[in-house]
């Protein structure tokens, strides 16, 4: 006993297949936002796209201040930010100077600034009224002279 074909489109002969194999060969596409969406949504939905891209922009933007805020206030008492009147300290030893910049009113200072050179040597203070001693610092190719007097 054999099955008859089934006849598909057109007089053509197709061996039967199972309904779940039919609906797997034929997959089911939803509609997206484009298909049923209108401008409006559309712009709504971009515009929530870029969001997150501009908080991760301001994110980065503050960061990259408090890093610069950061930077300015704990170099505010190096020897590179010194200016003439301002007071020193020297923390180390006359071998290994450990100079940095205190308040002039503090019982800390031990010298005066009288005159800073960039890109010289110390003979530049020798002229200096007043020289006790002079802190020289090198940071890469730059040369910085802090002339020093006693301080009171």
């Given amino acids: 006993m054999t099955t008859p074909p089934v006849s598909g489109p057109a007089g053509t002969t ?14 089911l596409a939803e509609p997206g936002p484009e298909a ?18 501009a908080l991760k922009i301001a994110g980065m933007v503050v960061v990259i201040v408090a890093a610069l805020f950061t930077a300015a206030y704990l170099s505010r008492d190096t020897p590179a930010a010194a200016k003439a009147g301002d ?3 020297n923390s180390g030893t006359d071998d290994k100077p450990d100079v940095s910049l205190v308040d002039c009113h503090s019982a800390d200072a031990q010298f005066t600034v009288l005159k800073v050179v960039h890109g010289a040597d110390e003979q530049d203070c020798q002229t200096e009224p007043g020289l006790v001693a002079t802190y020289v610092e090198t940071r890469r190719s730059s040369v910085l002279v802090l002339c020093l007097g006693v301080h009171g």
């Fill in 14 to 27: 197709a061996p039967a297949e199972p309904a779940e194999a039919a609906e797997a060969a034929a997959p």
């Fill in 36 to 53: 049923t969406g209108t401008a409006e949504t559309l712009e709504t939905s971009k515009a929530r796209r870029g969001i997150p891209g």
């Fill in 87 to 89: 007071c020193a300290v």
